[in-house]
DNA sequence: TTGTATGCGTTATCAC
DNA sequence: GTGATAACGCATACAA
């Protein structure tokens, strides 16, 4: 536990400004919040009393009071990797604009976790909440209901979910890749994917390539799939699994970039040579992708948009409480050097 | 702005459970601060009351009374690569195994935000406070002072600044890496470097290779430096002008792994071999060193352990008042592909 | 062990 | 336009 160290001099109060002044708490309050209300003199005076004591108003007091507190929550799985920073980025920077302030937790991809972060967001006082992807307890939804707390999703979309939503459609988008992959005369592929359970993206994303061989005619005996965590070296490890099994996929899948990254390198280190022995693709488009040797094919995700939208959606759906505005955004592939 | 959804039913406070059980709201209270104050029996009660009515303390409120938030914050100056992400990850988890939560900001590198951040963050009622580096404003210091907010300085190590830290000897580091780069032949080094400005971890890097050369008998026309900002585009932007000078460096150092491997990047775009016609390093150590192609030269410092031994510190430094205690971590070479 | 009563710093309602 | 003053929800010194 923390204990502030004894201050003898306590903090100036909106009190201590009033006093100075000569003026009353309300009008302090009044200048601070909607100074239109205050005379021009007075105003001043006040405000030179408020720099002079290095007067910053206390949280607390003022979300008490107001009922209010112009901060909004995120939960991200983790801030590890930049898959959710950038999303992140312009989410804040559109709230930002509004006068809102974004606290960020992460839940390192378990359920238990997010759902204290959720709980302790929400007694900091929340106004709004955005969240990644759909599974978790209904117990947390009709909490959040009770709580008044207005929710958006990211990163998925589900119009049937009754949740407002901005994101895009992993399973079509993985499909449509996984497409791409089979036309190129790659007859048994290979999957790493983050645990899908809970993770109804990872679950989505599978599902896609699974029912794109189906339907190019590949038997379920040459799809196989590891589940891992993310992280370069889970991806790493994955894609050495899947390349010492008796029949070898001539292509590996990854469910997002940052695990791709290290299947390519572990190819390199295998001494395989990517593409021409085996094909990697991953998923998000994050700078890595480029970067990368030989750069990735993967899924280009409108990641600043979507943060952006769900900001406007977030901001909108507490406005009017309506909950089941879903923004759905268009994903692209993006072929480059990795895929053969 | 966000106003929360007309809600009829009012959330339940401490005393909707303490009427419910028939106690008062102080024994309440005790229940959740001090369980054992309070007799098996009625706390009990009191306890199951809390979660029929799903009764969560208001942070705001309780942070007004007890004028303690268990909260702590940091500024950190980006969240947009992974820079800072695992040293704060062990930051954070050594805070939560002692109750407190962690509150982070990021500034994007500029000081009118961390600025604003760092009082936002005091404003929340932040008991402690962690910061990247030293160079800020004076006012900024004292300001945290007179608030009575312990800091800790991290990613840095001056013990003379009068400031608890625990970090590293960036300049030392550096000057290393050139020295192990000097030695191998290099007699023309490039930079790329943050902006220095307002940054000393920055400045003390280029003045570590900048040393180096001297030492090595390197005029001042050997060394060319560039500055950018942080980024894998801005690392590769910055190679290329070094690149296309008219004396053009054999070995480009970069002030951090994401701009060597931009740079890294951008040489194979130009068709130049690394690390036959240009040596690159980076510093830090991220993951993305390894698995850059070549692998990157690089520093490698104990992000972990540092954000550990914050926590720690923050933690020690609140309960004693001692100011000036200052860790000193040691950083090591880390000798890949990327440096012939 | 439990209850009473006060104060924390701000906003908001109502007078003036 | 400005000033009293009552909430806001909780913790805590003190009393019982």
Redesign the interface.
């Known amino acids: 536990?923390?204990?502030?160290?004894?201050?003898n001099?306590r903090?100036p109060t909106l009190a201590d400004v009033a006093s100075r002044v000569g003026v009353s708490t309300a009008t302090v309050s009044r200048c601070l919040n909607e100074p239109d209300r205050v005379i021009g003199a007075t105003r001043e005076r006040v405000m030179a009393a408020v720099r002079e004591l290095?007067y910053?108003?206390?949280?607390?007091?003022?979300?008490?009071a107001a009922?209010?507190?112009?901060t909004?929550g995120a939960v991200i799985p983790t801030?590890?990797?930049?898959i959710f920073?950038?999303g992140?980025?312009a989410f804040q920077e559109e709230l930002g604009e509004?006068?809102?302030?974004l606290?960020?937790a992460s839940s390192s991809y378990r359920a238990d976790l997010e759902e204290e972060q959720i709980?302790?967001l929400?007694?900091?006082?929340a106004?709004?909440m955005l969240l990644i992807g759909y599974d978790r307890d209904p117990a947390i939804y009709s909490?959040l209901k009770?709580?008044?707390?207005?929710v958006v999703i990211a990163w998925a979309h589900d119009p049937r979910a009754g949740v407002a939503s901005v994101g895009f459609d992993n399973y079509r988008a993985m499909k449509a890749l996984a497409h791409a992959v089979i036309s190129r005369g790659h007859s048994s592929l290979g999957i790493v994917s983050a645990r899908q359970a809970g993770n109804d993206r990872a679950r989505e994303r599978v599902r896609g390539i699974v029912d794109a061989a189906a339907q190019a005619g590949l038997g379920s005996d040459r799809v196989h799939i590891v589940e891992t965590s993310y992280g370069?070296?889970e991806g790493a490890q994955a894609f050495e699994a899947l390349m010492s099994r008796e029949n070898r996929p001539s292509a590996v899948m990854c469910g997002n970039d940052v695990l791709a990254?290290?299947a390519i390198?572990r190819a390199?280190e295998l001494g395989l040579d990517v593409p021409l022995d085996v094909s990697v693709t991953g998923f998000d488009d994050m700078?890595?992708a480029?970067?990368?040797?030989p750069p990735l094919t993967t899924i280009h995700v409108p990641h600043r948009r979507m943060g952006q939208e769900a900001a406007r959606l977030?901001?909108s759906t507490?406005?009017t409480?309506s909950e089941n505005s879903n923004i759905l955004l268009e994903t692209e592939i993006r072929l480059r050097g990795s895929l053969a």
């Open positions: 536990m923390i204990d502030r160290k004894p201050d001099s903090l290095g910053s108003p206390n949280f607390g007091a003022r979300a008490l009922r209010r507190t112009n909004v801030m590890e990797n930049a920073a950038r992140l980025q509004n006068g809102i302030t606290l960020v709980r302790t929400a007694a900091r006082g106004d709004g909490f009770r709580q008044g707390i207005p370069i070296d990254v290290g390198g390199r700078e890595l480029k970067l990368s040797f977030l901001m507490a406005k409480g």
